[in-house]
């Protein structure tokens, strides 16, 4: 895909590696539509991208992505204001087996949401002209982590939900490619007191031996790992990127 004159939606886009990826993707020459819960440091986001590239590059879309009806809201308005949807990245995620029933809702069937409204508003079954979904897994989607179960198991969920709906069958009938970019350790806010984020304080000597190798990467890089995606993967692909490396594909048995 040809990135210039594109438009977007960005799910936890108003923080870390939302940010990084709604900031690159105005860099690459397409119209974003930055969603976050957070209000204030979403229009903050929008108003430097608009100083940086243009009034007519970016909006802010109030969205919780547990909420349908507010999720929904936001890809209209981003509609309404470009004329259309190319690509939506389903970004927003948290980490706390703590506080794990939002957890699942925001990481799992906030993907799933959407991903479905994604192939209700660009399907070509139903009158747009196709797009592309990435969702945004982890490397524990590919090698669990002991210490955050229930972590795990959201990520995990999102690889195989992904390469369902890539399958040529789903291509086919919505003209949308569903890919997903799993990021390894990166510099972010995902990460803030892990002792109040884990399941059980006594998983905190395992959180250190499962984090111990891990080599935080930057924002950015994550970033230009997407557009790589966006170009050149294809439908029902599953991305890592970890440690500053080029992004690679992960080999799977065929479905």
Not at 47 to 71: A, N, P
Not at 126 to 143: A, E, K, P
Not at 187 to 195: A, G, H, N, R
Request: overall charge negative.
């Amino acid at each position: 895909m040809d990135l210039k004159r594109k438009v977007a939606l960005v799910t936890g886009a108003a923080s870390g590696i939302g940010k990084a990826f709604a900031t690159e993707l105005v860099y690459q020459g397409v119209q974003v539509a930055v969603c976050d819960i957070d209000v204030d440091e979403g229009e903050k986001l929008m108003e430097t991208l608009t100083s940086d590239y243009g009034k007519d590059r970016v909006i802010f879309c109030q969205c919780d992505v547990t909420d349908y009806s507010q999720f929904e809201d936001a890809f209209q308005k981003t509609i309404a204001t470009f004329g259309h949807i190319d690509i939506v990245i389903n970004n927003a995620g948290i980490m706390n087996d703590r506080f794990w029933e939002l957890e699942v809702d925001i990481n799992v069937n906030g993907v799933i949401r959407g991903t479905l409204l994604a192939q209700r508003f660009m399907g070509t079954d139903r009158g747009g002209h196709g797009g592309i979904v990435v969702n945004i897994g982890s490397n524990v989607s590919i090698n669990p982590y002991p210490s955050v179960p229930i972590y795990s198991a959201t990520k995990a969920a999102i690889v195989n939900f992904t390469r369902a709906f890539g399958h040529q069958y789903h291509v086919d009938l919505t003209g949308v490619k569903v890919m997903a970019l799993c990021p390894s350790a990166t510099d972010s806010k995902l990460l803030q007191d892990v002792s109040k984020q884990l399941l059980w304080a006594r998983y905190e000597d395992a959180w250190h031996r499962d984090a111990a190798s891990s080599v935080p990467q930057r924002a950015d890089h994550v970033a230009k790992a997407l557009v790589h995606v966006l170009t050149t993967g294809k439908s029902g692909s599953v991305w890592l990127v970890e440690k500053d490396q080029p992004p690679h594909e992960i080999t799977f048995p065929k479905i």
